[in-house]
């Protein structure tokens, strides 16, 4: 069984000037396959795919320019998958999946070294290290997570602001597990709980928490700062008398790393939360989860709403879920979005098609008072048509 895993690393300071250097080239050549694709669309209706663009690249464009020779000094494997990546975005466009491809920025940090295994002694694992292709050997932070013994297929490496990670595909013996198994949990995600089941456990919204609250109050202050920041470099560049650009510039570099770490921190708060929410159902060894298919794409489309259901993470909580569950020999089940699971009744029923967002507490005419969530999520469980994940 393939399994992945993500883990924080401490690179020494050779190792980071090559992992920026990687990164660097990699960006730049993602972003030039995409103009160069844009140009070549433009003037002759043509698509360069990625093999042919990766060959022009080598064979012409780099041996008849002298002041591209930089781009051979990093891992050619890892120029070629940020090519193919830029392959795969296209494609992804043609087909409809995805808008136009856009072009990296340096200040996101979205760019992803790949590393594949070519030879044995390529990523080798060890309890307190890992050896990468290029890199060597770099040091874990959290040691003994990853077994020993794992078959590592490939990975990449990436930076989170002052942070760097390494993320592995590992080939994995599969654990059966005996364990018994109580009867199936229905789960109806929200807004105002994260999730209710119908066993009556409610797990709270971690967004309404004081403690990330109190982060996000943080965070709009420096995001202030570092707007104020950028409006004064627009006067400093305005007005040529003025001195310490440098200066600013400096300053805000300072400040995105800064705002980037917050935003870092309440990712990881959430993220957290769901693993560990993941973690209790599971523990609970039920025959079956219910979910219900949440259009989380349309349901973005609501302005007012879209935020909090960003931080919401249910994408997330259903892969993850999905993916734990399969580990265990769980059964999950993926009832449609026009189940009326809301809006029927889990003791005889009937289904209130007045019932409005404002109603909090079912009432039906057999005599049932329960809570809104509560009822979808007996509903869920009990649903008769769905499909397994």
Not at 298 to 327: C, D, R
Request: glycine residues 4%; contains cysteine; positive net charge.
């Amino acid at each position: 069984m393939k399994r992945a895993y993500k883990i924080e690393i401490k690179p020494t300071a050779e190792q980071k000037m090559k992992i920026h250097r990687t990164i660097g080239v990699c960006r730049y050549i993602y972003n030039f396959y995409i103009a160069h694709n844009k140009e070549s669309y433009e003037k002759e209706r043509k698509f360069i795919n990625g093999m042919n663009f990766s060959k022009w690249l080598n064979n012409e464009y780099i041996p008849n320019n002298e002041d591209k020779k930089w781009i051979k000094e990093v891992s050619s494997k890892a120029v070629k998958q940020s090519i193919m990546n830029g392959d795969k975005a296209f494609k992804d466009f043609f087909k409809g999946k995805s808008k136009f491809p856009k072009f990296k920025k340096k200040k996101n940090q979205n760019v992803k070294v790949y590393f594949p295994k070519n030879n044995k002694t390529d990523w080798i694992v060890e309890r307190h290290r890992i050896k990468v292709p290029t890199l060597g050997w770099v040091r874990l932070k959290e040691y003994g997570y990853i077994s020993t013994n794992s078959i590592v297929k490939s990975g990449t490496i990436s930076q989170k602001f002052d942070r760097y990670y390494v993320s592995i595909l590992v080939e994995e013996a599969v654990k059966t597990n005996n364990t018994k198994y109580t009867e199936g949990i229905g789960i109806d995600l929200g807004l105002k709980d994260f999730a209710i089941c119908s066993d009556k456990k409610i797990f709270k919204n971690i967004n309404k928490t004081l403690r990330v609250k109190k982060i996000e109050k943080k965070l709009k202050r420096e995001q202030r700062k570092l707007s104020r920041k950028y409006e004064s470099l627009k006067l400093n560049s305005k007005d040529k008398k003025m001195k310490g650009g440098t200066a600013i510039r400096q300053n805000i570099q300072k400040q995105i790393v800064k705002v980037q770490k917050l935003h870092q921190r309440l990712t990881n708060i959430r993220t957290d939360y769901v693993n560990k929410i993941i973690s209790e159902i599971v523990k609970q060894k039920p025959s079956y989860i219910t979910i219900e298919d949440l259009n989380v794409s349309g349901m973005m489309k609501n302005k007012h709403l879209s935020k909090v259901i960003a931080n919401q993470k249910f994408f997330e909580f259903k892969t993850k879920l999905i993916s734990k569950a399969k580990e265990n020999n769980i059964e999950i089940r993926i009832v449609s979005v026009f189940y009326p699971s809301s809006k029927t009744c889990s003791n005889c029923g009937t289904i209130k098609k007045d019932l409005r967002l404002s109603d909090r507490i079912y009432k039906c005419e057999c005599g049932l008072e329960i809570d809104r969530d509560l009822n979808a999520s007996i509903n869920l469980k009990n649903a008769k048509k769905y499909k397994a994940a």
